[in-house]
């Protein structure tokens, strides 16, 4: 896990050995595996490991190293763990040792434009990386993906254009292996696509254009849809299932939230996905009327970064739609309009749809305590969420968790 102190850097922390007792398909029963971001296909759930119930800094720790500020959480295999990193403008994968947190490699590259990122709450290295024993695969959105050896020696690269990820914040995503491909969401303000390619040699296999998603964050999982192996995607108002030998769009339902940033679960056969963001029914924002009076400190009838606080100006700089260095109300009616299509809700979809199957594979919906950023977790018949508040008051937005 990766914690962050008050006044310090991050720091990498192993806490008890038992935690990494994390056994994958087709790996010896003593290897240690969490291969991707939320774990073995993004289930967050591991049916062997014994962590500790209270977890911190100081609690059954083995060790700790400070890291370079990061997002990303790491991935596993046996004695290696992985994790990227932003250091002095280069990204970093590295390499840590499981038993006593030395650098065991690193490797970088250096981007020639960063991406737009919130630097008050993300990073340009926030991908988590992803491996299967033989690759480890890094995506960034200032640079595209790069694949080393589980020694450290790049197989391959694979640039891809700089990331406008949705409302500016920097991406979110993170790659999945699926067996001989590497799958990336690339979802963004424009030009968003679904690419796959091929763990040996980096060679895109297909890419399957998102037209109707602009801009999200949760990461892919694959779903084994009634005999067929599927990339199962979040998006913008639609969750979307394409087949993962040839990115042919399977299925589409509709109704969802309007920005995900939560990663979909498998449970036994079926497939769960909750996410909440800003809608028609619980939209933060004020008239915007009332924005412009509170912040619209030269009277030109919209709004500068540099008028808002300097604590939310990142926030505020995603409501900047049209991306014209301001706010107006333009940027606001686009905001709402595209909330105001929104869904917040949870579904539990059965296998077997293609298609539209809004009307027709949706088993049941849930509306109450969804989450914004964390995903759910399925574990033994239930449904676990961690869920937010959000509300617009006299210092601005509200979070907070109950």
């Given amino acids: 896990m990766s914690l962050r102190c008050p006044g310090r850097g991050p720091f990498l922390v192993v806490a008890f050995i038992g935690c990494l007792a994390l056994h994958g398909v087709g790996a010896e029963a003593s290897t240690a595996i969490w291969p991707q971001f939320r774990g073995p296909n993004g289930s967050g759930v591991s049916t062997s490991a014994h962590p500790p119930v209270k977890i911190g ?4 720790v083995l060790w700790s190293v400070e890291v370079p500020w990061s997002p990303s959480s790491p991935c596993i295999w046996g004695e290696r763990i992985f994790l990227t990193t932003f250091d002095r403008g280069e990204l970093q994968t590295r390499c840590y040792n499981t038993e006593d947190g030395s650098v065991l490699w690193q490797k970088g590259v250096k981007p020639e434009k960063l991406e737009a990122y919130h630097k008050t709450e993300n990073s340009p290295a926030a991908p988590t990386p992803a491996t299967d ?14 694949c080393y050896g589980m020694l450290g020696a790049e197989i391959w690269r694979h640039p891809l254009p700089v990331a406008l990820s949705g409302g500016g914040f920097g991406t979110g995503t993170s790659p ?8 990336l969401d690339r979802d963004q303000d424009q030009n968003s696509s679904l690419v796959a390619v091929d763990a040996a040699t980096g060679k895109t296999a297909w890419e399957a254009p998102r037209p109707d998603a602009t801009g999200s964050f949760g990461t892919p999982i694959i779903w084994r849809n009634a005999g067929a192996q599927e990339v199962v995607v979040p998006g913008c108002l639609w969750l979307k299932g394409y087949d993962l030998k040839t990115g042919e769009e399977d299925w589409m339902a509709e109704g969802m939230a309007a920005f995900s940033c939560t990663t979909p679960v498998v449970g036994a056969d079926w497939l769960f996905f909750a996410g909440w963001s800003p809608g028609k029914t619980d939209s933060p924002w004020p008239p915007w009327d009332s924005f412009l009076e509170r912040f619209d400190k030269n009277n030109h009838g919209e709004i500068a970064f540099d008028e808002f606080p300097e604590s939310d100006r990142d926030f505020m700089s995603g409501l900047d ?3 014209d260095g301001k706010i107006t109300k333009a940027d606001w009616d686009i905001i709402l309009a595209r909330n105001a299509k929104g869904r917040n809700v949870m579904v539990a979809i059965k296998p077997g749809g293609r298609g539209d199957i809004t009307q027709t594979h949706i088993a049941w919906e849930f509306t109450r305590g969804l989450p914004y950023v964390a995903s759910p977790l399925f574990y033994e018949g239930r449904i676990y969420l961690i869920s937010i508040w959000q509300e617009w008051g006299d210092e601005g937005i509200g979070i907070g968790f109950y």
């Fill in 57 to 60: 800094p100081t609690n059954a």
């Fill in 133 to 146: 024993g033989q690759h480890v695969v890094s995506y960034f959105g200032s640079f595209g993906l790069v």
């Fill in 176 to 183: 999945i292996i699926a067996g001989k491909l590497i799958v």
């Fill in 321 to 323: 739609a049209n991306h």
